[in-house]
Antibody, heavy 118, light 110 residues
Framework: EVQLVESGGGLVQPGGSLRLSCAASGFTFSIYDMHWVRQATGKGLEWVSPIGTAGDTYYPGSEKGRFTISRENAKNSLYLQMNSLRAGDTALYYC????????????WGQGTMVTVSS | QSVVTQPPSASGTPGQRVTISCSGSSSNIGTNDVNWYQQLPGTAPKLLIYSDNQWPSGVPDRFSGSKSGTSASLAISGLQSADESVYYCAVWDDSLNGLVFGGGTKLTVL
């Protein structure tokens, strides 16, 4: 059974940093693209960042220069290093696995909550 | 404001067929595949339809997807109370160079 378990969320002050982790199991982690998706409380879904099987990354929005996605295949783990955090980054962060088609998030973790507040 | 637009709400009665629309443009829906997600209250989203009209394993065929031009639709037939959920469409946008989600449609089963 595919499992994705996020951790590392918490309360951080504006300008602070957090490192999110996602432990994957039940599949061959190294051969799947992985993404982070976030959701502010009561709001919709927002794509954060992808990482390919070769470690190729992309940062589509305001996260550019502040967030770094990485993976450690030997540990079946996905990470998101978040720096210079802002109130607008407050959200539930989901780790997702792409399967069946491009950008089709076939599996999701339960999410880890990040709250940026003074 | 997302570049792909969904109605904020939809409703139907048990057994009815309802459709949820996702309206975009030539740079997203008109060119790329649409995926649909269901998010039950308090849970993570679940992939419901991929590549416009394909079912992931385990998804009942009461759910179906379609696309025409720059709009996509999710249809749910034989509506059940368990289908009360928020539904999101998602598609790659060539202009933005990014994946965009619709704002979500909250389905109420009356």
């Amino acid at each position: 059974e595919v499992q994705l378990v996020e951790s590392g969320g918490g309360l951080v002050q504006p300008g602070g940093s957090l490192r999110l982790s996602c432990a994957a199991s039940g599949f061959t982690f190294s051969i799947y693209d992985m993404h982070w998706v976030r959701q502010a409380t009561g709001k919709g879904l927002e794509w954060v960042s992808p990482i390919g099987t070769a470690g190729d990354t992309y940062y589509p929005g305001s996260e550019k220069g502040r967030f770094t996605i990485s993976r450690e295949n030997a540990k079946n783990s996905l990470y998101l290093q978040m720096n210079s955090l802002r109130a607008g980054d407050t959200a539930l962060y989901y780790c997702t696995r792409v399967a069946v088609a491009d950008f089709a998030f076939a599996n999701w973790g339960q999410g880890t909550m990040v709250t940026v507040s003074s | 404001q997302s570049v792909v637009t969904q109605p904020p709400s939809a409703s139907g009665t048990p057994g009815q067929r309802v459709t949820i629309s996702c309206s975009g443009s030539s740079s997203n829906i008109g060119t790329n595949d649409v995926n649909w997600y269901q998010q039950l209250p308090g849970t993570a989203p679940k992939l419901l339809i991929y590549s416009d009209n394909q079912w992931p394993s385990g998804v009942p065929d009461r759910f179906s997807g379609s696309k025409s031009g720059t709009s996509a639709s999710l249809a749910i037939s034989g509506l059940q109370s368990a289908d009360e959920s928020v539904y999101y469409c998602a598609v790659w946008d060539d202009s933005l160079n990014g994946l965009v989600f619709g704002g979500g449609t909250k389905l109420t089963v009356l």
